[in-house]
Structures are given as C-alpha cells and as structure tokens.
C-alpha cells in the first residue's frame, strides 16, 4: 500500500496521468481534482499528492478533437511516480501506441500503482497487465473488451475493482468513487470524507455495487433519500434494520429497497454496514483504542465482526489501521477536520 508521505515529513506521493490522443477531458479532470488540488482546510504540512501530466507528443488531440492540450510532460515522467492513471478514450477500437503501453508496462514492473478509469482497462490489457486478474470497464464496451481479452476476468457490473497494485474503475463517474477510495487506502476515512466533501460527492460507494440500473422512468418521481439518509446516519450505534428504516421512511422495505437502489445503486443493508465501517473508521483514526467500543458505537455489534469488516473495507486489521492512521502515528487528523457528512449524491 502506498505510503501517506505528505503526513511523515517525506515528498508527495506522486501520481502521473497519461494524456493520449483523444483521452476523455473529465477524466483528466477528475484525476487532478481528486490528487492534484491544495487542501489547506485540512491543515496538514503539506499536499496529500503531487500531480504531473505526461503525453506521447507535444501537442495532444482531446475527446474527438474538441481542443488540443500542450505543456505536458514527455512519457519518462511516469518513472517517477508512485501511481499512474491512465484515463480512457473514446476510440477503444484504436490500439494505444506502443510508447504509452511501454511506459505503463515499466511503471507496473517497477510496482508502482496502475489505475484506469473506464476504457482506460483497454489500455492496461492491451500492456498484458490483466491476464488472469479480475477487471472493469464501462458496462457499453464489456462484449468487445471480452472479444478482444478473454484472459481477462472481466466484471462489468461493478463500480471499481482494487487487483492489489492494478485498480479499474468502470466509467468516469466511477472514476470518483474509485479516487476517493485510493485516498481513504492512502490517508484514512477523516480525510477522504474531507476531499468528498470538497466535491460534494458521497464519501463511501462500495466497488462492488452496479454500474447502472435500467428501469422505465417512473410518472412521479421518488422522494429523496436524503432526510432518511440523515437520519440513519445519526443513530449508527442503534440496532437499525431495514424494515426499521422502512418505517421511518413510511413505506414498505420491498419499495425501499427499489428506492435504494434506484438512487444510490445499492441495497439498504450494504449501504447501512458501509456507513457503520466509516464510522468505526473515524473512530479508530480519533483514538479509541477499545475495539469493543468502537464496535459498539458504529453497530457493528462485535468486536469479531469489527475486524471483518475493517479488514474488507481497507485491507488492513483494525490494529494496523490504527498504527497507520490513529493519533499515535503523529498525523494531524479528528478535531481539526469538519465532521459534517455529506449530503448523498442521489440518481
């Protein structure tokens, strides 16, 4: 994993983008928002990333050639960093050229992290990356990316796939949820739900939930979420249900469960046990040592159960998780960072 080099007095990690002929613009942006922009309301001693971008030529077409982007850096940037992504194109028929597919092959030999967002996977396939592991790209392209990579285990109804070192995520907007779970890997639940908020963008989507949902449009549309949400929210200690959210909602838990899935592309229970992991996670970054406790107060019940889901969550054991990210290892994280939720994004 990655290390937090910004909050142990080291340089930046440093994250490389590559900018190809008719790379997708909002993914470029969605890279340099998340990594590449000061955060002083943190109040940290320096940038949580240091971001560069790097191209094949001095001058590159965008998205179909809409505008052209100069100024960049030459490929041998990406020997440097410590992740590199690659954003996807249009144009997925097209092979990448042989140059940009080298330098994401020697960036991954070296172990550095290698992310892709939506038809970016083409990309890392086609540098021989995927065989044998587990892949996402966009639902629209999965039937040709299975044709053209059949090593591949390709999932193409997730949001993001985490293959330990070799991240995809499935669409542009995926591309934010995919980000935002690096930085929590990266830095911790306090300060990812900090960036998100920055965003305003929900702080936790789960990479396994759906990419899309395909039902009629309704003649009235739902009732937002968020009031619910806000409510669950403030009772995660509480042994909540979902017919209990059902209701509170005053509706039956088979429409909620539309609702839920409808809006947040997820299910009541998975979104209610995701927001109980963040909580316990900002309770162990404050300093609650007591794992009985931390349980307690997230509704996670056990500490058993807390140490389960932790570990799914972040890869790492609460005791880790706390070495990595508790007030013991001299980062400046809990009171100074605003505790304010943020609001859901709703579909």
């Known amino acids: 994993m990655p290390q937090d080099s910004s909050q142990r007095g080291g340089p930046p990690h440093r994250v490389a983008v590559i900018v190809d002929e008719g790379t997708n613009p909002f993914e470029v942006g ?43 850096r030459g490929l041998d940037a990406v020997d440097t960093a410590d992740t590199l992504v690659v954003p996807g194109r249009p144009d997925v028929v097209v092979p990448r050229g042989e140059a940009v597919l080298d330098a994401i092959r020697r960036t991954h030999a070296r172990g550095a992290r290698v992310m892709s967002f939506c038809t970016g996977t083409f990309a890392l396939a086609e540098a021989g990356l995927l065989d044998g592991r587990r892949a996402t790209t966009h639902w629209m392209w999965a039937d040709h990316f299975h044709r053209l990579h059949p090593k591949v285990r390709l999932e193409p109804d997730v949001l993001f796939l985490d293959e330990g070192g070799i991240l995809t995520a499935a669409g542009s907007a995926a591309a934010l949820d995919l980000g935002l779970y690096v930085v929590r890997r990266d830095h911790g639940a306090e300060i990812a739900n900090a960036v998100s908020r920055r965003l305003v963008f929900a702080a936790h989507r789960d990479g396994g939930q759906r990419q899309f949902v395909e039902r009629p449009l309704p003649d009235v549309p739902d009732e937002s979420l968020a009031p619910l949400l806000a409510w669950a929210r403030a009772r995660l200690g509480e042994p909540l249900t979902v017919a209990a959210l059902a209701a509170r909602a005053a509706v039956s838990p088979a429409t909620l469960h539309r609702r839920f899935r409808a809006q947040l592309g997820t299910t009541p229970l998975a979104w209610l046990t995701g927001e109980r992991v963040a909580l316990a996670c900002r309770l162990i970054e404050r300093g609650e040592e007591r794992l009985d406790v931390v349980a307690a107060r997230s509704g ?48």
């Open 30 to 72: 969605v890279a340099t928002e998340l990594f590449g922009l000061p955060r002083p309301e943190l109040g940290l001693p320096g940038p949580l990333y240091e971001v560069v971008l790097c191209a094949p030529a001095r001058e590159v077409r965008m998205n179909h050639g809409f505008f052209t982007l100069t100024g960049m």
């Open 300 to 347: 996670l019940g056990t500490a058993a159960n807390l140490r389960a889901r932790v570990r799914r969550e972040t890869g790492l054991s609460p005791s880790a998780y706390r070495r990595r990210f508790g007030p013991a290892s001299g980062e400046p994280l809990g009171h100074e960072i605003p505790r304010a939720r943020p609001a859901p994004r709703l579909r």
